[in-house]
Nanobody, 119 residues
Framework: QVQLVESGGGLVQPGGSLRLSCGVSGSIFSINDMGWYRQAPGKQRELVATITSGGGVKYADSVKGRFTISRDNGKNTVCLRMNSLKPEDTAVYYC?????????????WGQGTQVTVSS
């Protein structure tokens, strides 16, 4: 059983910063990609940022230059540093981990953490 637990969401004013963290625990041999996705009310879940086990990163255009993703392979954690937050960043943020399973991979998700950007 694999579990992802997120922390760090909350209410912040426009222009402010937040740091999200996610820890992966359970029966883990290795983790491929890790990432953050978000879902705003009435919208589909979208990719925010991903990071490979080797440190390769990918960002949504809307967050480039403002958000930074990082991971600690030894601790099985992934973090998202969010700066210059905008009201349109308001959403539930979900941690994602892709684990190998034989010749396939399995996607695991956290429970989500609310980020609200408002004055």
């Amino acid at each position: 059983q694999v579990q992802l637990v997120e922390s760090g969401g909350g209410l912040v004013q426009p222009g402010g910063s937040l740091r999200l963290s996610c820890g992966v625990s359970g029966s883990i041999f290795s983790i491929n990609d890790m990432g953050w996705y978000r879902q705003a009310p009435g919208k589909q879940r979208e990719l925010v940022a991903t990071i490979t086990s080797g440190g390769g990163v990918k960002y949504a255009d809307s967050v480039k230059g403002r958000f930074t993703i990082s991971r600690d392979n030894g601790k099985n954690t992934v973090c998202l540093r969010m700066n210059s937050l905008k009201p349109e960043d308001t959403a539930v943020y979900y941690c994602n981990a892709v684990l190998p399973y034989g010749l396939k991979v399995l996607n695991y998700w956290g429970q989500g953490t609310q980020v609200t950007v408002s004055s």
